[in-house]
């Protein structure tokens, strides 16, 4: 065991954003580690890790630094593994971390750890052409309508009626299915990441189990850090970017939701768990955690993973697509008008939980990798051919939710992250404290009277999920997106704050 | 052969005119006498009628020529009826010199896009590689400040796209809704190519084509939201049922 002293030696700054982690800092170490943060998230890193070895590695979590040398000690992983600025500890893989493996490698591996259990998870952006003073008069009922609308909270069950045969088909299908049923508008679909569906979900690869726990909560938010916001364009930073999302003024009113899989994706993930332990000791892959289990890609589990991911992916954008459907509905109900009027056009949707197969140059070469982000985002560049025609000449939107009252941005994709980092960027603030810290130390009512002196109301289903998710729990979502902006790999477009939060 | 000529003396049916026929020839002559020449009196054309004895009819048809003072003699079958043709034509002019001088290259024009609806293409009888149609093609390439193609056939397709794109009744409604959002356009100089092309004019030509990709890339995709949106119009019938809804804790 290293005294933090000795650890520091393999760490060195590279520029005043960007971090090198040296191969050495954990064993096996095959690319180098990366990691973005500004002075303040830095600390928190090196706070982190302190406390690690004054620990001497016992209790809780990993440091992030270590999870990034971990994951940088896997096989087949190419470039080098990267941590955004709003990494923090997570199971295997930090959150917040990408990395990319050589799809031509036998002995690349694909890791369920590294796409998270709550499988796409990832933010929607549906614009509106109102103003906060249209909202403002009518705020306390719209939240309320919305509540009544996207049922939320553990144990919630979603109000579209679905059949066991329904969700083969959704599963299948992806957002596909939700334009078949009437749920979307055909706009919406170039508008998703993967245009809302990937095509090598096979719903055979899902247990009945992960089916079972799925089927009632479709349209669901679910509870831990998912919401649904009512949010207004504070700053426009990028004015053409804006325009070309459909974003006109300050003070436009904007809906944000952030779900994922619900407990289907969670069970997919589990179920891959197991199978890859077996594997693992089948085909001798050797790991640095046993948090990351992983199988070689081309082998029967990591094949079987990879379809059911995508089936599970593809839930959770009918899911997204689902309560986007009811957002219009509670919108249109509370304004006596059409969400056609309402001009309520999805103006992203992003996953920053998957693995996805992309083309990468490495060195000047083209190659196809598995890419995975945990808890960040692909944010890819102007022209790129995956982003849709309406954002070739701007990048792809990047959101970035904030946390229960604070702002969310909307970025954009830029070619120094295509090149540095594989086109990712970071996906929201980041915990800064555990959850178990975060009950012991806030109380819920102060962190609901703040929200209130905000002017935001807020919908729970349940009063200490507060305290989890206060603003304090969490780092600072502006200097998250101020590293990615700094260090280039990705750039502020649009800033929106909240004045109505559902959550579960 | 002769097909205008006889067409202009409104003769019936002038494409079955064959000139090496005899008896077609020798009613032929007789027919622009009787109806067109008329040099002789009615009685002194027995000459012409007598189509029986070839002999006979040949030297009245010489005596005939001389008298209208033909340059071409009755061996050389095929200029002598051009001329008579011609001397045929000139007379049916001179009878109606006003109502003919009064016809006007638009009036044509008119008359002719008034055919075309009759007939299935009017283009496929153009000549295209005529001189004045290339010229005209030029012109309108000055006019619509279209740079230069050497094929004009080129030309002309890019002028077509033009007015179609910017001259149509939908494109100039378009425009004149468009010019209230002007702030939306950006400058080529700040739009990223991407890559790099060389030299500055190479730059430029690439973020041109990039930029009309793009728009054949919109194009594209408004149609696939079409066929969506035809789609749903079949298969579309969403449902909600708020009992189902239940709200965890």
Not at chain 1, 211 to 235: C, M, S
Not at chain 2, 42 to 47: C, L, P, Q
Not at chain 2, 51 to 68: I, K, M, R
Not at chain 2, 209 to 226: C, P, V
Request: glycine content about 8%; hydrophobic content about 35%; overall charge neutral.
């Amino acid at each position: 065991m290293r005294s933090y002293q000795e650890e520091l030696k393999y760490l060195d700054r590279v520029s005043d954003h960007c971090w090198h982690i040296k191969k050495g800092f954990v064993d096996n170490m095959k690319v180098d580690g990366y990691f973005f943060a500004n002075s303040h998230l830095e600390k928190l890193m090196f706070d982190e890790l302190r406390q690690s070895c004054n620990n001497k590695g016992f209790g809780g979590f990993l440091p992030g630094m270590k999870q990034i040398a971990n994951v940088a000690a896997l096989p087949g992983i190419v470039g080098k593994s990267i941590g955004l600025p709003d990494v923090h500890s997570g199971y295997g893989f930090a959150i917040g971390n990408m990395a990319a493996f050589d799809m031509s490698n036998s002995k690349a591996v694909v890791s369920p750890g590294g796409v998270g259990f709550d499988i796409n998870c990832g933010v929607r952006l549906l614009r509106t052409n109102l103003h906060r003073r249209d909202v403002e008069p009518l705020q306390e009922q719209l939240a309320q309508c919305l509540f009544d609308h996207i049922p939320v909270g553990v144990g919630s069950k979603g109000i579209i009626p679905m059949t066991a045969q329904n969700l083969e088909e959704a599963l299948e299908m992806g957002v596909d299915w939700s334009l078949r049923e009437g749920y979307a508008w055909a706009e919406d679909k170039e508008h998703c990441e993967e245009y809302g569906r990937m095509l090598q979900a096979d719903p055979s690869k899902v247990s009945s189990r992960a089916k079972k726990r799925g089927l009632p909560q479709l349209g669901t938010l679910g509870a831990g850090n998912h919401y649904a916001e009512i949010q207004v364009v504070d700053e426009i930073y990028d004015q053409y970017a804006a325009k070309k999302m459909g974003i006109e003024f300050k003070d436009q009113v904007c809906v944000m939701i952030h779900s994922g899989s619900r407990g289907m994706g969670h069970q997919v993930a589990t179920d891959a768990l197991v199978a890859m332990e077996k594997a693992m000791k089948r085909d001798q892959i050797e790991v640095n955690d046993r948090q990351l289990a992983c199988a070689h890609i081309q082998s029967n589990e990591g094949q079987d993973y990879l379809k059911g991911m995508a089936a599970a992916a593809n839930y959770a954008w009918v899911n997204r697509t689902s309560m986007t459907f009811l957002s219009r509905q509670a919108f249109a109900k509370m304004f006596n008008t059409t969400p056609d009027d309402l001009d309520m056009h999805v103006i992203y949707d992003v996953s920053h939980n998957i693995a996805k197969v992309e083309e990468h140059f490495i060195d000047g070469k083209q190659k196809t990798l598995l890419v995975h982000r945990k808890g960040s985002t692909r944010a890819f560049p102007p022209h790129h051919p995956l982003i849709p025609v309406d954002y070739q000449l701007t990048g792809q939107p990047v959101l970035i939710g904030g946390t229960m009252g604070t702002c969310s941005y909307v970025l954009t994709g830029t070619e120094q992250g295509m090149m540095e980092t594989f086109g990712t960027t970071c996906h929201g603030a980041g915990r800064a404290l555990s959850r178990a810290k975060s009950r012991r130390n806030l109380d819920y009512t102060d962190v609901l009277n703040a929200l209130n002196q905000k002017g935001i109301s807020i919908r729970v289903a349940s009063p200490k999920l507060v305290m989890e998710e206060a603003p304090e729990s969490y780092k600072n979502v502006t200097d998250v997106v101020d590293t990615c902006h700094a260090a280039g790999i990705s750039k502020k477009c649009i800033k929106l704050r909240p004045i109505a939060v559902i959550k579960g | 052969m002769f097909k205008r000529k006889l067409q202009a003396l409104d003769f019936p049916d002038p494409s079955m005119f064959d000139i090496q026929d005899d008896g077609q020839f020798r009613s032929m002559v007789l027919w622009l006498e009787d109806q067109k020449i008329r040099h002789y009196k009615i009685e002194d054309r027995a000459g012409l009628r007598n189509f029986d004895s070839s002999n006979q009819w040949t030297s009245a048809l010489q005596e005939y020529l001389t008298g209208l003072h033909c340059p071409y003699s009755t061996e050389n079958r095929r200029s002598m009826l051009d001329w008579l043709l011609g001397y045929a034509v000139r007379l049916e002019y001179g009878d109606n010199a006003e109502k003919y001088s009064s016809v006007t290259p638009e009036k044509f024009l008119e008359r002719q896009s008034q055919n075309t609806r009759q007939s299935s293409n009017p283009l496929e009888n153009l000549d295209f590689n005529d001189p004045q149609f290339k010229a005209g093609v030029t012109s309108l390439s000055m006019m619509l400040k279209i740079p230069p193609h050497e094929n004009h056939l080129e030309m002309l397709k890019a002028i077509c796209l033009l007015v179609c794109e910017k001259f149509s009744p939908d494109a100039i409604a378009a425009i004149s809704q468009a010019s209230k959002s002007e702030d939306e356009l950006i400058p080529l100089d700040q739009t990223a190519l991407g890559f790099e092309a060389g030299d500055m004019i190479m730059t430029e030509v690439a973020k041109i084509l990039r930029l009309l990709h793009i728009r054949d890339l919109r194009d594209l995709q408004t149609k696939i939201n079409a066929a969506i949106v035809a789609v749903q119009a079949i298969t579309a019938n969403p449902k909600t049922d708020s009992r189902l809804g239940k709200v965890g804790r």
